[in-house]
C-alpha cells in the first residue's frame, strides 16, 4: 500500500531480497554494509569553492526541480540526455523522486544534496536525475511499486538506483548522511553500489531485468473471474472499514492518522443505502460524523487560517505534517458539505467554508487555477536562513498574552489547549521542533468556556473570534511557508467539485459556483489543446508540455458534471462527454478492461499500471468508472455500460481480498449496482421557480442522482439527441415542471414544490 506521506517508511533496500505477491525473488547476492569495495574506491571529496553552480534543471519549471538548481550535485531532469549520458559513460542513474512541499524531502537536500564531498561521490558514481512526483506521476508509480515491493513500504523522497535502460536494482526512501538510527549513510551505499556495479555490472543488468519481469506479471492485472459483484460486497467493506474503526480518538487505523475523506465518501453512502435509522446506518453516520469532528477540533486543521494539514503524526490529531496539499482541501470540503447536507448542522458548513476560503484566498491564481500546496517548512525569521517545520504555525503562551491580553488569552489558552511549556505530546517530537510551543488544537467550545469562567456566551464567542483574527494577522507577518504554484489539472478536478458542490449547498454558494466556473474556463483555455484533442498536465507560467494522465481526465470530468449540475450550463456536460472519449481513446484496456494511468507506450516508462488503491486521493480507475455511470444517465450510450461491467470485472479479486482498500470503488459499485434517480427540470434558466426545486434537490443527500435541465435551448436540444425522452419534456402551464424518473420512466411530473419534495422522497 503506497505512503502518501513525505515522511520515510520501511526501510531502505539492504539486501535486494524481494518479496512480490506470493514468491520471493533474490535478484542479487550482494549485501549493501558488507560488500567490500574491490576497485575504483570512491575518496571523500573537499568542500567545493563553489556553493551556487547552475545544473541541468536550471531550464525547468516545476518548483521541486528549482529548488535543486544549485547544488553541487549535477542533477539532470528525466529525459533522454540523462539516459544518454549514463549509457555513453556506463554508469547507472540514481534517481531522486520528491515534491516541493515535501519535509523529509527537504531534510535529505540539506544534509546530502546540498554537501559537496557527498555530490562529488554522487557525480562521480552516477548520473543524477530528479523528478516531480507532482509533474510525472507515470515515472513515480513505477519505481514506488518497486521500492515497495521491495522494503515493505514507500514515500518520498524517494532513491532510487537504476541501470542505465532505467530498470531499477536499488531502492529506498530517505538516507541519512552518515550511518544512524539502524540506516546506513547515503554516501556509503552510493559507493557500495557503485562498487557492485564496477564489479560486475552484468548481474546488476540481470536483475533489475528480472526484477522488472515480476513486476509485469504482478501489476498486469486480469479479470478476476466470472462471478458478479454484489452489494454484499458492500457489507463486507463495511465490515472491514468498521473494524479500523478508532473509537477513542475517532478516524481509522493507528499514528500517523491520515484523514483520507475517501472513507467518508463510502461510508455515507453506505449510510443513505441502509438507512439512517438501521444499526449499520447509525454507525456509519456515527464513525463518519465524529471523525469529522475530531479532524476539524484537532491540530491538523489551521484553526487562525482555514484549511487541512496533510496528517497528523499523533493517533490524537493533534501534532501534524504541517504541509497542505490542494487534495485534501478538496476533499476534506465535500466530505463537510455531505456531512453538513445530512444533518443541516451549521458547524460543518463553517468547516467546509473554511477550507473554501483558504484555498480562494491563498491558493488560487488571478486566473482562476488552483495552486498545489504549502509547504509544512518555513523559516524561523525573516533574513536568516534557520527554518523548521510548522515555525509559521506554532506559538509560545508568551506571545497569546502579549497579543491578547491576560484575560482573553486564558480563555483563549483554554480553548485551544496552549500549555506555558508547550503542548506537544510526548514523543511526537522526535527532533524537538515543537519544544516550548503549542500546536492550537480544540479543547473546549465557546458555551463551555463561557460557562468555566461564569462570563456570558456570546461575549466569549465575540472575544474567540476577535483572538483569531488578532492572531492571524500577527502570524501574516512571519516568513510564509513555500507556496507551490503550479496549477495540476488532476488536483484542479476534485477542487471544481468541492466548490460546485458549495455552489449547490450553501446558501451563499454564488461566490463558490463563480470560482468554480472560472477555473473550469481556465483549464480549458490555459490547458487543453482543441485542435489536438488533449489534455496537459501542468501551468505554471505557461503550459508544460507533459500530456496529461488518467487521473487528469478523469477528475475533470467529474468536476464538470458537477459544474452543470450547479450550473445548467450545456458547455460542461459537452466537455466532459468530449473528454470522455479522449481518454477512452487514450487509456482504455479494450483487452482486459479499465484504464491504464499513462497513455501509450513510451521508451522511459517501463510499465503501464492501472491505479486501483483509493488513498490520499482516489484512484483515477475509481472515478473513471463512476464518470461512466452517471455519462451514461446523460448519454444513454450502451458501451458506457458495457465499460462498467468489464472494468469491474478486472477489479473484481481485488475488491474481494482488499474491500477497504477501495472505498470511493465502493462507491462506483453501488452507484452501478442500484437504481439511479433522474431529476428532470423543465424551464427556463433563470426561472424562480426552478431555482426554489433545485434548492431542494440540494438540501437534500441523494447519492445515486443526475440532475438535468430541459431549457427549451441549446442544453435540451443537446440532451434530446441522446436521449429521446428529453426532446418531448416541457413545462406544464409555463411554470416550472419537475419530472422523477428511473431508467428515464417516470413519476407524475407536477409544478408544486411540497408535491416535489414527496417525489424525492419517495
Known amino acids: 500500500m503506497k505512503s502518501h506521506s513525505s515522511q520515510p517508511s520501511g526501510n531502505p533496500l539492504i539486501s535486494f531480497q524481494i518479496l512480490l505477491g506470493t514468491f520471493v525473488l533474490v535478484s542479487s547476492t550482494i549485501f549493501l554494509g558488507v560488500h567490500a569495495m574491490k576497485k575504483d574506491r570512491v575518496e571523500a571529496a573537499t568542500p567545493s569553492e563553489d556553493m551556487n553552480p547552475t545544473n541541468h534543471l536550471s531550464g525547468e519549471t516545476s518548483p521541486y526541480l528549482l529548488q535543486h538548481v544549485h547544488n553541487p550535485v549535477d542533477w539532470y531532469p528525466w529525459g533522454e540526455e540523462a539516459f544518454e549520458k549514463a549509457r555513453k559513460e556506463d554508469k547507472m542513474i540514481f534517481l531522486s523522486i520528491g515534491y516541493s512541499t ?22 562521480e558514481c552516477f548520473v543524477c536525475v530528479k523528478v516531480d512526483r507532482e509533474e510525472r506521476p507515470d515515472v513515480d508509480k513505477v519505481y514506488m511499486a518497486f521500492v515497495q515491493a521491495t522494503t515493505g513500504g514507500g514515500g518520498w523522497p524517494m532513491s532510487v538506483w537504476l541501470t542505465p535502460d532505467l530498470k531499477p536494482v536499488v531502492g529506498g526512501t530517505y538516507f541519512p548522511p552518515e550511518q544512524r538510527s539502524g540506516l546506513p549513510g547515503f554516501p556509503d551505499v552510493c559507493k557500495q553500489i557503485a562498487s557492485a556495479w564496477n564489479d560486475d555490472p552484468q548481474r546488476l543488468i540481470d536483475s533489475g531485468n528480472e526484477v522488472v519481469k515480476r513486476l509485469r506479471e504482478i501489476y498486469t492485472a486480469k479479470p478476476g473471474g466470472s462471478e458478479a459483484l454484489t452489494s454484499s460486497l458492500l457489507d463486507l467493506a463495511y465490515t472491514r472499514m468498521e473494524s479500523g474503526f478508532d473509537e477513542e480518538n475517532k478516524g481509522f487505523g493507528r499514528a500517523p492518522k491520515f484523514p483520507r475523506p475517501v472513507n467518508f465518501n463510502f461510508l455515507l453512502r453506505y449510510m443513505s443505502r441502509k438507512g439512517r435509522e438501521t444499526d449499520v446506518g447509525t454507525r456509519a453516520l456515527f464513525m463518519t460524523l465524529e471523525s469529522l469532528d475530531a479532524i476539524a477540533e484537532g491540530g491538523i486543521h489551521d484553526h487562525l487560517g482555514g484549511g487541512f494539514h496533510r496528517y497528523a503524526v499523533d493517533q490524537y490529531w493533534h501534532v501534524p505534517h504541517f504541509e497542505k496539499m490542494l487534495y485534501d482541501q478538496a476533499q476534506l470540503a465535500v466530505s463537510y458539505l455531505e456531512a453538513y447536507q445530512i444533518t443541516r448542522d451549521k458547524r460543518y458548513a463553517d468547516v467546509a467554508r473554511d477550507v473554501l476560503d483558504y484555498v480562494l ?25 534557520d527554518h523548521a517545520e510548522g515555525a ?35 514523543g511526537s517530537d522526535p527532533h524537538g521542533e515543537f519544544k516550548g510551543k503549542n500546536i492550537l488544537i480544540q479543547r473546549k467550545t465557546s458555551a463551555e468556556i463561557a460557562e468555566q469562567f461564569g462570563v456570558d456566551p456570546e461575549k466569549v464567542r465575540k472575544a474567540m473570534q476577535d483572538a483569531r483574527a488578532t492572531l492571524k494577522g500577527i502570524r501574516d507577518k512571519r516568513p510564509r511557508p513555500h507556496l507551490d504554484d503550479k496549477v495540476i489539472v488532476a488536483w484542479n478536478g476534485l477542487m471544481l467539485s468541492a466548490f460546485s458542490k458549495a455552489g449547490q449547498v450553501l446558501p451563499d454558494g454564488d461566490r463558490y459556483t463563480q470560482a468554480a466556473v472560472k477555473a473550469a474556463s481556465f483549464i480549458r483555455d490555459r490547458l487543453f489543446d482543441s485542435s489536438g484533442g488533449k489534455l496537459y498536465r501542468v501551468f505554471r507560467g505557461e503550459r508544460s508540455e507533459i500530456e496529461g494522465f488518467l487521473d487528469d481526465y478523469a477528475f475533470l470530468i467529474r468536476g464538470l458534471l458537477d459544474l452543470y449540475e450547479t450550473t445548467f450550463d450545456i458547455q460542461w456536460i459537452e466537455w466532459a462527454a468530449s473528454l470522455q472519449s479522449i481518454q477512452d481513446r487514450l487509456f482504455w484496456d479494450a483487452d482486459q478492461g479499465g484504464y491504464f494511468a499513462t497513455g501509450g507506450i513510451s521508451n522511459d516508462i517501463l510499465l503501464r499500471m492501472k491505479d486501483d488503491y483509493d488513498g490520499a486521493e482516489p484512484s483515477a480507475n475509481s472515478i473513471a468508472l463512476m464518470n461512466l455511470v452517471r455519462l451514461h444517465q446523460v448519454l444513454g450510450q450502451a458501451d458506457l455500460v458495457q465499460k462498467v461491467d468489464y472494468g469491474f470485472k478486472l477489479f473484481a479479486e481485488k475488491m474481494r481480498k482488499q474491500p477497504s482498500a477501495m472505498p470511493q470503488m465502493m462507491v462506483a459499485l453501488d452507484a452501478h449496482l442500484h437504481p439511479f434517480k433522474q431529476i428532470v427540470f423543465a424551464a427556463g434558466a433563470d426561472d424562480q421557480g426552478l431555482k426554489s426545486m433545485h434548492q431542494l434537490v440540494n438540501q437534500q443527500f441523494i447519492p445515486c442522482k443526475i440532475v438535468l435541465l430541459a431549457d427549451g435551448g441549446k442544453g435540451q436540444a443537446f440532451l434530446g439527441r441522446h436521449q429521446s425522452f428529453m426532446e418531448s419534456v416541457n413545462p406544464i402551464g409555463g411554470r416550472t415542471t419537475a419530472f422523477v424518473c428511473e431508467h428515464f420512466v417516470c413519476q407524475q411530473p407536477t409544478t408544486e414544490l411540497d408535491v416535489f419534495a414527496n417525489l424525492l422522497n419517495r
Open 102 to 123: 515535501c519535509h523529509w524531502c527537504h531534510v535529505m537536500a540539506h544534509e546530502s544534496f546540498e554537501n559537496a564531498d557527498i555530490a562529488k561521490v554522487m557525480n
Open 361 to 385: 484566498r491563498d491558493m488560487t491564481s488571478s486566473e482562476g487555477g488552483f495552486y498545489s500546496a504549502e509547504d509544512a517548512d518555513s523559516l524561523l525569521e525573516h533574513g536568516k536562513k
Open 392 to 426: 509559521f504555525y506554532v506559538w509560545t503562551s508568551h506571545e497569546i498574552e502579549q497579543a491578547l491580553g491576560k484575560e482573553h488569552a486564558g480563555w483563549f489558552n483554554v480553548m485551544y489547549g496552549v500549555q506555558p511549556g508547550g503542548n506537544a505530546p510526548l
